[in-house]
């Protein structure tokens, strides 16, 4: 129950129906002052986001220790004591690829920070060398550098607008070919290969969201294909795939922030032993969730379950090494 006052006026704001009480009976609006302190903006979002405390730490600890049980009590109507599964994905996704991306690589060593001086003066000095050289030359000297690297039989873009215009009729490509090919060339003079591999790392970093985002309703479809299309409904399969990449997610994030708090602590046998078991029992539990949790809420037979599961997993592995595959090919047209 909010605890703001309610307004003295008790025309609803929304729909402009009598409020006798807190609610308007039309359209569900509390009647209470639209003006807020920021305190009570923060606190009003992040229980909105969560779903207040007790219900989000409910939520997150029976995604991960009670494979499937989040999802069956979804189904079966009780939705208010856990955060809905759009929610609750959007909420995880965005707080791990947020924290990943705002963490450096490594931990910094006192030895890296004393090097800081060193570095910066070598890319001065790099700097300065690049500066010394005209756009063509460096155009050309990085086209050089790279030749034999992602080659497509044109080493230069007037030698394939050459072919392109003037070559026999076997040798011109598509326009699809030809774009592709420009694009590759133009990359290829613009960066030398170190700088490609930095900027082909940083696109696919901001887009690997998306990818994943578009590769749920392609694991919910399998799981349809799978199942008595008279008991499950594909909103039935899109709920436990939510609730599966949440879980997915989640452990990612618990694994990334574990061996940033790894890095820091000494290198000895001990610690790396640790390390080594942890990590290894995370990514199994990863591997393995999906057996458990496919088999308690569709209700199968162990033996029929598992071999669903195992046919599954080798066909969502075609699919998402296809999906990357034309990712990689997106991410790397859209280099800059």
């Known amino acids: 129950m909010s605890k703001n006052e309610l307004r003295k006026d008790k025309t609803c704001l929304n729909c402009r129906h009598v409020v006798e009480h807190r609610f308007c009976p039309n359209c569900g609006q509390e009647n209470t002052d639209t003006r807020k302190t920021f305190h009570h903006l923060f606190v009003h979002f992040f229980e909105d986001l969560t779903h207040y405390e007790n219900a989000f730490w409910k939520t997150i600890r029976n995604l991960f220790f009670k494979p499937a049980s989040l999802t069956k009590e979804y189904l079966s109507g009780k939705r208010l004591s856990y955060l809905a599964p759009v929610r609750l994905y959007i909420f995880i996704s965005f707080i791990t690829f947020f924290l990943i991306s705002i963490f450096p690589n490594d931990p910094e060593s006192d030895e890296s920070i004393l090097d800081l001086n060193e570095i910066q003066t070598t890319t001065n000095a790099q700097s300065k060398d690049s500066l010394a050289l005209s756009q063509d030359e460096r155009y050309s000297s990085n086209a050089k550098m790279n030749e034999g690297f992602l080659n497509f039989g044109f080493n230069t873009l007037r030698e394939l607008d050459s072919v392109q215009r003037y070559g026999p009729k076997d040798r011109k490509l598509s326009d699809w070919e030809y774009n592709i090919i420009k694009k590759t060339l133009l990359i290829k003079a613009k960066y030398n290969r170190k700088e490609m591999m930095e900027k082909f790392a940083e696109e696919s970093k901001r887009n690997f969201p998306k990818v994943l985002f578009i590769y749920m309703p392609l694991f919910a479809f399998v799981l349809w294909l799978f199942h008595s299309k008279k008991r499950w409904y594909y909103f039935d399969h899109g709920i436990f795939t939510l609730h599966y990449f949440s879980f997915l997610l989640l452990t990612v994030l618990l694994l990334f922030f574990f061996r940033k708090l790894m890095g820091y602590l000494p290198d000895n046998g001990l610690i790396l032993f640790l390390k080594t078991v942890i ?58």
Not at 283 to 297: E, S
Request: glycine residues 6%; without cysteine; positive net charge.
């Open 279 to 336: 990590e290894g029992a995370g990514y199994i539990w990863m591997f393995y969730y999906f057996f458990p949790a496919h088999h308690r809420f569709y209700g199968e037979t162990r033996t029929i379950s598992f071999l669903k599961s195992t046919v599954m997993f080798f066909i969502n592995l075609v699919l998402m090494s296809v999906l990357l595959l034309i990712f990689i090919v997106y991410t790397f047209i859209n280099i800059h």
